[in-house]
């Protein structure tokens, strides 16, 4: 199943001064140039490489510091030793994430038992079931080993996914992110604007994907990792409003660029007549589950993600 057509990034980016916008340039370039010289080389040496980078360079920069933070706040019960195993791990994995993201198109996916695939997805039955329904619905994931399969999983799977994603600090580079969702739908950004599109999508029966696992500082507090965690309700919000399904996909790299993503059987917001009670009970379902995720793999997860208040 091939994906042709480019996707849409839709944006509203503030205004900036000449002398950021130069820098701006400079910086996009760079972004642009680097792409473009991955795409020359093989798929595991560049992996590797982004390993190597992520493992060696990310424990000596300052966000380190909220990694490690994090992982203490989570796992009070690990050594010192035993959270730098799992910090050194996530920056492999994040470096492998970031210089995987152009060669993405070469990543082969197929069902348990097909050959010479790099991506084994589990579950497809479950994603065929929203594609089939005539009904909007909803795909969550989190920020998991190579989380970009998660997308793709399901856009390869004949779904036009529409993306709710963080705008990036460099307007310069937003097209980078049509290389993420080719095929897909329209790339939603966050914010008053991106919620009021994505209700317009899901009121013509599209489908969402969504990341549950990012802060959002005027969300609501939800327990994840026994502390409580200021976390987005909009996916709540929107399969309880939509009665939707909402399908967790999970991606976990196994070894190099080898990867299972895991489409689970859809969840549904029960309807009580308590609209905020309802929506609090599935994000603290949704917490449990990612919680689940990242106990199983640690070093996998993102922990770089200002999760909980100091």
């Known amino acids: 199943m091939s994906a042709e057509n480019p996707a849409t990034v839709t944006s509203n980016l503030p205004p900036v001064s000449t002398g950021k916008r130069v820098f701006q340039f400079i910086q996009a370039l760079l972004a642009y140039l680097c ?42 019960e690990k050594t010192p030793a035993e959270i730098e ?6 920056w492999d994995n994040f470096g492998r994430v970031a210089f995987e993201f152009p060669l993405l198109h070469r990543l082969r996916f197929g069902e348990p038992g097909t050959p010479n695939i790099h991506v084994e997805v589990h579950g497809y039955e479950n994603t065929d079931q929203l594609r089939d329904d005539d009904k909007p619905g ?41 290389h993420r969702n080719p095929g ?40 994840f990792f026994g502390h409580d965690a200021m976390t987005a309700p909009a996916l709540a919000q929107f399969a309880r409003r939509f009665d939707c399904p909402v399908v967790p996909v999970r991606v976990e790299r196994i070894k190099g660029t080898k990867f299972m993503v895991t489409h689970y059987p ?45």
């Open 35 to 76: 792409f473009a010289i991955v795409r020359l080389l093989p798929l595991d040496v560049v992996s590797g490489f982004g390993g190597w980078l992520g493992r060696t360079i990310g424990p000596r920069l300052g966000a380190n510091r909220r990694a490690r933070r994090n992982l203490e706040r989570a796992f009070p």
């Open 85 to 90: 195993t799992i910090i050194r791990g996530m």
């Open 138 to 178: 909803i795909f969550l994931s989190g920020h998991f080993a190579n989380w970009e399969l998660a997308g793709r999983s399901i856009i390869l799977r004949g779904i036009p996914l529409h993306l709710i994603y963080r705008l990036p600090n460099n307007p310069m580079t937003v097209k980078l992110l049509m």
């Open 184 to 223: 897909g739908g329209e790339m939603i950004p966050k914010g008053a604007r991106g919620a009021k599109r994505a209700l317009q999508l899901l009121m013509n029966g599209e489908h969402l994907g969504i990341m549950a696992d990012q802060k959002l500082n005027d969300g609501i507090a939800i327990p």
């Open 266 to 310: 859809p969840r549904y917001v029960k309807d009580t007549g308590d609209k905020q009670a309802d929506i609090r009970a599935f994000m603290i379902e949704v917490n449990q589950m990612l919680e689940d995720w990242a106990r199983e793999r640690p070093e996998q997860w993102l922990w770089l993600h200002n999760r909980w208040p100091d």
